[in-house]
T-cell receptor, first 115, second 113 residues
Framework: AQTVTQSQPEMSVQEAETVTLSCTYD???????LFWYKQPPSRQMILVIR??????QNATENRFSVNFQKAAKSFSLKISDSQLGDAAMYFC????????????FGTGTLLAVQP | DVKVTQSSRYLVKRTGEKVFLECVQD?????MFWYRQDPGLGLRLIYF???????EKGDIPEGYSVSREKKERFSLILESASTNQTSMYLC????????????FGPGTRLLVL
């Protein structure tokens, strides 16, 4: 079965510092996609970053980057220069690139940013 | 910008009531999804639809049904609400079923008494 594990229920970071959120997944597929979604308090969930498994280069989006280790099935999110607006629940998600796709979410990591 | 709206932010219903949650997207997306979000469990897929009048069961379809009569609208129906259906319900849409971003609505927090 395909699963996504986020082992850190809560994390905290000082403003302007860097934090890394962990995510591991279990799959026997080679064609898949990985995502990090952000859910701010009382606001809509939005995509932070997306990675195609066939790409070796790690995805980056401004202050957000991933460390994609395909062999280890690890997909961590690094947030640099943390800002107060980064405080949110972060979900890691996986989808298999086959016909019966379902986005499988981890249980989330609640990130607090301390001023 | 893609906009996904849900009919209610908060809803309180009684056990046994029939409950309708509606979702509308304005980007002509083919695919729409209903999830429930519970603390410690993440998001779990209830149903999804890849075309008008088409639907597929997700991981937890029991106690729910869906309707998609128009491309932009996807409704989740709780046939007879129960207290264990108290949850946050999120609707999402996407262009592609697999590789593309899903765009989420603001969520409906449902309390069943």
């Amino acid at each position: 079965a395909q699963t996504v594990t986020q082992s850190q229920p809560e994390m905290s970071v000082q403003e302007a510092e860097t934090v890394t959120l962990s995510c591991t997944y279990d799959t026997s597929e080679s064609d898949y996609y990985l995502f990090w979604y952000k859910q701010p308090p009382s606001r809509q969930m939005i995509l932070v970053i997306r990675q195609e498994a066939y790409k070796q280069q790690n995805a980056t989006e401004n202050r957000f980057s991933v460390n994609f280790q395909k062999a280890a099935k690890s997909f961590s999110l690094k947030i640099s220069d943390s800002q107060l607006g980064d405080a949110a629940m972060y979900f890691c998600a996986y989808v298999y690139g086959g016909a019966t796709n379902k986005l499988i979410f981890g249980t989330g990591t609640l990130l607090a940013v301390q001023p | 910008d893609v906009k996904v709206t849900q009919s209610s932010r908060y809803l309180v219903k009684r056990t046994g009531e029939k409950v309708f949650l509606e979702c509308v997207q304005d980007m002509d997306h083919e695919n729409m999804f209903w999830y429930r979000q519970d603390p410690g469990l993440g998001l779990r897929l209830i149903y999804f639809s890849y075309d008008v009048k088409m639907k597929e069961k997700g991981d937890i379809p029991e106690g729910y049904s869906v309707s998609r009569e128009k491309k932009e609208r996807f409704s989740l129906i709780l046939e007879s609400a129960s207290t264990n259906q108290t949850s946050m319900y999120l609707c999402a849409s996407s262009i592609d079923r697999v590789r593309e971003t899903q765009y989420f609505g603001p969520g409906t927090r449902l309390l069943v008494l």
